[in-house]
């Protein structure tokens, strides 16, 4: 078990070293605060279940992409995988290494694909021929071979939302297993590519890794028939999807159990593992923290209104998603109600919280919505024109503004009347 990076100090929820609430008096609410040594000691959990193993870890930038997140796992040697040229642009301006980039996606465009060329990244998740015959032109235009790998589509059930289940047949995602060979084959024929790889993605926050496992059983067997059509595969991508505890009874198995797990699949193989975790880095190291703004009564229930919304953090309204909502001061909550938790946005969707037991908050009181660092702020949006949160790194006791606070003249930037 890694250490919670957010624990009560003298009553107060603090992050690292710091009080959520001298957080919330310097910088205003709602804000994500993020835990740097959080982060890193969950990345680092994959670099150490991982030594001895020809590996890259590519961290999935669309689980948070902010820069002071990018740079800190930069740092630290992480690789990245993206699913857009704003993220690879963010990846560079983060100081991060192009050459250790995976791109990923079901719908490059053109214009993305020639500039992770220039770039030179890594290599291309490819899902489509059409799109591997775009970038065979124009890594032949640019006098350039293209490392790609084809994402197949393993036929798994990952037993996870709906929303966030790929691996299956009926997904929009990866080319079908069963055709895959037929697809190198192909690709084989192309100029311009070097067909060195073979990537799955089963979907996400599975708290079973077995799921992943059978994925990796399956894709190890295709790796070897490709081989044996003289396909020099070098490299397998499993994707992410590892998942974290976001109720207090969920248990989620620790990378180094899957690894281990994962390992005598891939014995005597002579293949580099690439894994793209996204979640299970950054989820547990952020939350967002509120501000009650009223609370009333309509017929039988309870509202608590807060100053984020749906807009801040959508999980709970997209996928019914449970986040746990704590107070950052533990006392003066003698007693308990049950209520939703509720934002100031004009839908009833708008909820982090439905008939939650919580202490006896009242207007003024800071809450934090745990588990907040992954599909948070990146899934924000200025719905109802409210501006965008602050972010903040802390560090030991240092914090860091990882993005200031969104203005009114932020909302109307490249418009005009
Ligand atoms: N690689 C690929 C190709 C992916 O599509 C994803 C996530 C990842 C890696 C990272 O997966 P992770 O390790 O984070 O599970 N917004 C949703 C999650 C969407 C996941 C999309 N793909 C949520 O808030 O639960």
Not at 127 to 133: D, G, M, W, Y
Not at 282 to 309: H, M, P, Q, T, Y
Not at 354 to 363: H, Q, T
Not at 375 to 391: D, T
Request: with cysteine.
């Amino acid at each position: 078990m890694l250490n919670d990076p957010f624990t009560y100090q003298a009553g107060v929820l603090s992050c690292e070293g710091v009080a959520l609430d001298s957080i919330a008096t310097e910088f205003g609410t709602p804000t994500y605060v993020y835990a740097k040594h959080g982060i890193l000691s969950r990345f680092s959990a994959y670099e150490n279940a991982l030594s001895g193993l020809p590996h890259r870890i590519c961290y999935s930038v669309k689980a948070n992409s902010n820069l002071a997140i990018l740079a800190v796992l930069a740092k630290q040697g992480a690789g990245f995988d993206i699913v857009s040229g704003g993220e690879l642009f963010r990846v560079i301006q983060a100081g991060g290494d192009p050459r250790s980039v995976v791109f990923s996606g079901v719908g490059k465009t053109p214009e993305e694909i020639r500039f992770a060329l220039e770039q030179r990244i890594h290599s291309f998740n490819c899902e489509s021929e059409s799109e591997i015959e775009w970038i065979s032109k124009i890594a032949t235009e640019l006098g350039q071979t293209a490392s790609i790998a084809i994402r197949v589509n393993p036929d798994v059930d990952a037993v996870t939302h709906p929303y966030i289940s790929t691996g299956l047949r009926e997904h929009k995602f990866g080319v079908d297993i069963h055709a895959a060979e037929a697809t190198y084959t192909r690709a084989a024929q192309l100029p311009g590519l070097a067909i060195e790889g073979v990537s799955c993605h089963i979907g996400s926050q599975l708290l079973d890794p077995d799921p992943l496992l059978q994925a990796a059983g399956k894709v190890i067997e295709l790796v070897k028939r490709l081989r044996a059509l003289n396909l020099p595969i070098r490299y397998l991508d499993l994707g992410g999807g590892l998942g974290v505890p976001y109720r207090p009874g969920d248990r989620a198995a620790p990378v180094n159990t899957f690894i281990e797990r994962l390992r005598p699949k891939l014995e005597g193989l002579n293949l580099t593992l690439m894994l793209e975790p996204g979640r299970s880095v950054v989820a547990e190291s952020g939350v967002l923290l509120a501000r009650v703004l009223l609370v009333k009564r309509n017929g039988e229930k309870n509202f608590v209104i807060v100053d984020a919304a749906m807009n801040d953090l959508i999980r709970p309204a997209l996928y019914q998603a449970h986040h746990e909502i704590v107070p950052v001061r533990q006392c003066g909550h003698e007693s308990h109600f049950r209520a939703d938790v509720v934002g100031p946005v004009c839908e009833t969707g708008d909820f982090f919280a439905r008939g939650r037991e919580l202490p006896a908050v009242k207007p003024g009181d800071l809450l934090a919505i745990r588990t907040a660092g992954a599909y948070g702020f990146v899934l924000s949006s200025n719905y109802n024109s409210r501006p965008r949160p602050c972010e903040v790194l802390v560090d030991g006791n240092d914090v860091h503004i990882a993005r200031r606070r969104e203005q009114f003249a932020d909302l109307i930037r490249g418009e005009s009347a």
